[in-house]
Each structure stands twice: as structure tokens, then as C-alpha cells.
């Protein structure tokens, strides 16, 4: 969120005051989308290395949907969770919305790696985020900010991993789809793989158990992504109705379209911030 529409949300407040706001919000929300239909096409993923508006958007108000998300033929159902919901609203969690944690870019190779270790035949292969199960072009290395849970506030930049977020380069409005694993989270014959835990215009976060937290299980976070409306919708109404139930995906279902020329992408595993260029997990036998 660039700090001119920043400003411009801060103007319509106050012309809400003298009883004008009906005629602005019309001129504004025109412009708004197109402009951040422009940016998200024309510019690669950026980091969020500085404390802006951007990180704090979702405590300040709602992200306006980029238009041409929509993906034909796909349909969207829910699944119960099996944990209590959220113990905070779910866009105030710094495990759920990326953005209260940011990220800084980093210096790092731009390919997969080899890291030592076990892995899980089951995990999620990132690979099935793109329709052609591409390896993708690396673009921008990115360290994930740690939060501080005691001050609710960001740390400093997890170096557990040298990276915990790639940018993946991407062709604007391409499907981005659901990486498939090994699990599914809903009841036979459902072959549900993961549930929506969180969703904005323009990013998602996925885990692939039922529980409403990051505490078990992997987690997915896509960044600069244009959700699809429909789920977007859904997740809305479920978060709304007390989350008893969220959003569920299929594996290599569509969620949304690449908004410009990169995606960025962090994995986790039971909480923990992973290296998305691991070769021995998240891209096996490439």
C-alpha cells in the first residue's frame, strides 16, 4: 500500500465528516484498483524492510481486490476445524498474516539447495503452485521478521535459515495453485489438502491440518497473489461466522493469479520458518 492511498483513505474519513464521502468513495475506489492493478503487474515482489503502512494495513482497514481474479471452474467448500479458533482476530496474528511480520531481502543463492537432514516423502511440493509444475526462477531472497510474542511487536530477522521467503518468478495473471502433498486433511473421501487460514486481496496462507494455528503441520504463505474473489468470499463469511469452519482446497486447485512478475513464498513446519529452496523438501526429485 503506497502511502499516497494512504493518505487518500485518511482524506475520505474526513470527508465523511461533511457528509461528501458517497461522491468520493466513487472517484477514489475506480482509481484505486486500477492503480494497483498497474503496480502489481509492473513491478517484481518487494520486501517489506521498513515499517509501513503496508505491514500494518490489515489493522488500519481493508485491501481493495485487484479485478481478473476469477478462475472458471472452480468451486470452494469448507471443512470444521479440530482446534479451538484463533485466539486473537486472525488478521491481528502475526502466524496467520504475513504481513504484521514483513520481510527483508538478503543476500543468497537464487537456486535450490542442498540441505542436510531427514525430509518427508508427504510434505507439500512447491512446485504445484504453477500450472506447469515448473521450477521456477528464483528472483529476491527474503528473511521473514520473528515476533516478539510478549510486546506483540516484530523482532529482528530469523537466521535460522538463510532464506524463509523466495520470490518466484511468475507471468502476470497465471494460475497459482495449491502445492499437493501426501495428506489429506478433510474426511475420505474429501481429499481435501489444506485449509484456508488466512486471506487478503493479495495474499493467502494456507496449513495443511485442521487446526486454526501454525502450531502443527505445515503452513504455505503466498505473497503478492490476487486470491480468487469467490474464495475470498468464503474465507470472509467463515472468519465472520466465529471460524468454526474455513475454507478447504484440493490439491493443485487454483486460489488466485500471480499479480506481477513474482510470487513470494515461506514454508513452515510446526511453527517453525523453513528454507523454501530446499531441495530434499519442497522440490524432490528436482
Request: aromatic residues 10%; hydrophobic residues 40%.
Amino acid at each position: 500500500m503506497s502511502w499516497s492511498r494512504f493518505t487518500a483513505l485518511k482524506i475520505s474519513a474526513g470527508l465523511l465528516a461533511f457528509g461528501i464521502l458517497g461522491l468520493w468513495c466513487a472517484r477514489v475506489s475506480s482509481a484505486d484498483v486500477a492503480g494497483a492493478r498497474a503496480v502489481g503487474r509492473a513491478s517484481d515482489l518487494r520486501a517489506t524492510n521498513a515499517v509501513t503502512a503496508t505491514i500494518f494495513f490489515p489493522l488500519v482497514g481493508k485491501e481493495i481486490a485487484p479485478v481478473g481474479c476469477y478462475i472458471a471452474n472452480e468451486t470452494y467448500g469448507t471443512v470444521a476445524i479440530i482446534s479451538a479458533p484463533t485466539d486473537r482476530p486472525a488478521e491481528a496474528h502475526a502466524d496467520l498474516n504475513l504481513a504484521l511480520r514483513g520481510y527483508i531481502t538478503t543476500t543468497a543463492t537464487l537456486a535450490l539447495v542442498d540441505i542436510g537432514g531427514g525430509s518427508d516423502a508427504n510434505a507439500p511440493q512447491l512446485y504445484n503452485l504453477f500450472t506447469d509444475t515448473r521450477t521456477p526462477t528464483f528472483t529476491v531472497a527474503s528473511r521473514v521478521y520473528d515476533w516478539n510474542w510478549e510486546c506483540n511487536c516484530r523482532g529482528a530477522p530469523l537466521t535460522n535459515w538463510d532464506v524463509t521467503l523466495i520470490g518466484m518468478a511468475t507471468t502476470p495473471n497465471e494460475i497459482i495453485r495449491v502445492p499437493g502433498s501426501g495428506y489429506d486433511i478433510g474426511r475420505l473421501p474429501s481429499e481435501y489438502e489444506a485449509m484456508v487460514l488466512y486471506a487478503t486481496p493479495t495474499r493467502i496462507t494456507l496449513k495443511y491440518t485442521r487446526e486454526d494455528n501454525v502450531k502443527w503441520g505445515y503452513t504455505v504463505h503466498v505473497e503478492n497473489v490476487c486470491v480468487e474473489p469467490r474464495l475470498l468470499s468464503l474465507y470472509n463469511a467463515m472468519n465472520a461466522a466465529g471460524r468454526a469452519q474455513l475454507p478447504a482446497l484440493y490439491a493443485s486447485q487454483g486460489f488466485g493469479r500471480a499479480l506481477g512478475n513474482a510470487i513470494g513464498v515461506a514454508i513452515r513446519d510446526t511453527g517453525e520458518f523453513m528454507d523454501p529452496r530446499s531441495r530434499k523438501d519442497w522440490w524432490i526429485g528436482r
